[in-house]
Antibody, heavy 118, light 113 residues
Framework: EVQLVESGGGLVQPGRSLKLSCAAS????????MAWVRQAPKKGLEWVAT????????YYPDSVKGRFTISRDNAKSSLYLQMNSLKSEDTATYYC???????????WGQGVMVTVSS | DIVMTQSPSSLAVSAGETVTINCKSS????????????LAWYQQKPGQSPKLLIY???TRESGVPDRFIGSGSGTDFTLTISSVQAEDLADYYC?????????FGSGTKLEIK
C-alpha cells in the first residue's frame, strides 16, 4: 500500500525557516517524480515544487522560487522541502504527492500544517 | 502561466441527479505529439487529502466509480457525475499538467440537498 507521511510542520515566525519531510513507503520511491502541493486555509490547491527521480531537476512556481528548495534521499525513501524567508502567505497545509508519468499526482499524504505568524 | 477557470464555484443537487463541472484553460492542453490532453480532476472530501479521479482528460483512475466521466479537449473540459450520491459531497478541482507551473482551477463545492 502506498503511504506518504509528512512531518515537520508547526508555527514559525515570518522570515524564519522550516524544513518539511515526507516518508514514502509501499512503492519504489526512486522511480517516481515527487512533489509538494499546498492549500491555504479554506482556499484552493497550489503546486509548490516538483523533483525528478534522481533529484537533478527541480521545478517551482514564481511564488516560492528562490525561497523553497525541494530535495530527496532515495536511499531513505524520503522527500524534503526546505522553506526559507517564510511569509504569512505561506501559511497552508502542505501535501507530499507522487507523480506518475502520465498523470499529475496519483497519491497524496495526509498533509502537514505550517503557520507563519509572529 | 496557464490559467484554469472553473465553474460553477458551488452547486447543490439532490441524490440521483447529474452534475456537470466545467474547466477552461487559457492555453490548449492538447499535445500535438501524442494527441493527449493533459488535464486532471481531483476530489477532496471534507477533512481529507485530494484524490485523483481523472487524468489525461478522460481516463478514470483505478477504483473510481464509472459515474465519474471526464470529457473535453483543447481548452474546454467537463467533469460529469451521473446519479450523484451522498458520498460525492466534496470539492472538485481541475488541474493542467501540460506545462510548468502546474496550475489548478479554483474549485467547485458540491453539496447534496
Amino acid at each position: 500500500e502506498v503511504q506518504l507521511v509528512e512531518s515537520g510542520g508547526g508555527l514559525v515566525q515570518p522570515g524564519r525557516s522550516l524544513k518539511l519531510s515526507c516518508a514514502a513507503s509501499g512503492f519504489t520511491f526512486s522511480n517516481y517524480y515527487m512533489a509538494w502541493v499546498r492549500q491555504a486555509p479554506k482556499k484552493g490547491l497550489e503546486w509548490v515544487a516538483t523533483i525528478s527521480t534522481s533529484g537533478s531537476r527541480t521545478y517551482y512556481p514564481d511564488s516560492v522560487k528562490g525561497r523553497f528548495t525541494i530535495s530527496r534521499d532515495n536511499a531513505k525513501s524520503s522527500l524534503y522541502l526546505q522553506m526559507n524567508s517564510l511569509k504569512s502567505e505561506d501559511t497552508a497545509t502542505y501535501y507530499c504527492a507522487r507523480r506518475r508519468s502520465s498523470s499529475p499526482f496519483d497519491y497524496w499524504g495526509q498533509g502537514v500544517m505550517v503557520t507563519v505568524s509572529s | 502561466d496557464i490559467v484554469m477557470t472553473q465553474s460553477p464555484s458551488s452547486l447543490a443537487v439532490s441524490a440521483g441527479e447529474t452534475v456537470t463541472i466545467n474547466c477552461k484553460s487559457s492555453q490548449s492542453l492538447l499535445s500535438s505529439g501524442n494527441q493527449k490532453n493533459y488535464l486532471a480532476w481531483y476530489q477532496q472530501k471534507p477533512g481529507q487529502s485530494p484524490k485523483l479521479l481523472i487524468y489525461l482528460a478522460s481516463t478514470r483512475e483505478s477504483g473510481v466509480p464509472d459515474r465519474f466521466i471526464g470529457s473535453g479537449s483543447g481548452t474546454d473540459f467537463t467533469l460529469t457525475i451521473s446519479s450523484v450520491q451522498a458520498e460525492d459531497l466534496a470539492d472538485y478541482y481541475c488541474q493542467q499538467h501540460y506545462s510548468y507551473p502546474f496550475t489548478f482551477g479554483s474549485g467547485t463545492k458540491l453539496e447534496i440537498k
